[in-house]
Structure formats: C-alpha cells, structure tokens
Nanobody, 116 residues
C-alpha cells in the first residue's frame, strides 16, 4: 500500500523556520522525483519545490527561492522541506508528491500557519 505521510507543520511566527518531512512507503522511493506543493485557502495548489530521484537536481518556485531547501534521504525514504524566514503568505496546507512518468502519489498534507 502506497503511503506518503507528511509531518512537521504547525504554527510559527513570521521570520521563523520549519522543517517538513514526508515519509514514503509502498513503492521504490529512489525511483521517483519528489515535489512539495502547497494550497492556501481560496487559492490553487502551487508547486513549491522539486527534487530529482537521486537528489542531484532541485528547483524552486520564485515565491520560496532563497528561503527554502528541498532534500531527500533515499535510505530513509524521506523527503524534507526546510523553510526559513517564513511569511504570512506561506500559510497553507503543504503536500508531498511522488512522480515517475504518469505515476503520481499524494500525501494527505500538513498545515503550516505563519502568524504572530
């Protein structure tokens, strides 16, 4: 059974940091590129960051570039998103996503709220 389980969300003050984790199981994690998306209330889902299957390539949305780092540990079947200098506009549900060709898996999401 394929599972992607996100964790690490919560309430953080503006300027703070969070590290999100996504633990994968039920498929060969190292074969899949991984992505983080987010969706704020009333907005479309936004692609935040992507990492290649071997971790050698990463890409970021302009909205988080310079403030966020995506990484993965293929030995632990886990992908991470380190977010720094958080802003209120980063408030959203964050989802991880595994993709290989036309195969796509989604996690259930973790809420990140940036507020004082």
């Amino acid at each position: 059974q394929v599972q992607l389980v996100e964790s690490g969300g919560g309430l953080v003050q503006p300027g703070g940091s969070l590290r999100l984790s996504c633990a994968a199981s039920g498929f060969t994690f190292s074969y899949y590129a991984m992505r983080w998306y987010r969706q704020a209330p009333g907005k479309e889902r936004e692609l935040v960051a992507t990492i290649s299957s071997d971790g050698g390539a990463t890409k970021y949305a302009d909205s988080v570039k310079g403030r966020s780092t995506i990484s993965r540990d293929n030995a632990k079947n886990t992908v991470y998103l380190q977010m720094n200098s958080l802003k209120s506009e980063d408030t959203a549900v964050y989802y991880c996503n595994a993709i290989r060709g036309i195969v796509l898996y989604w996690g259930q999401g973790t809420q990140v709220t940036v507020s004082s």
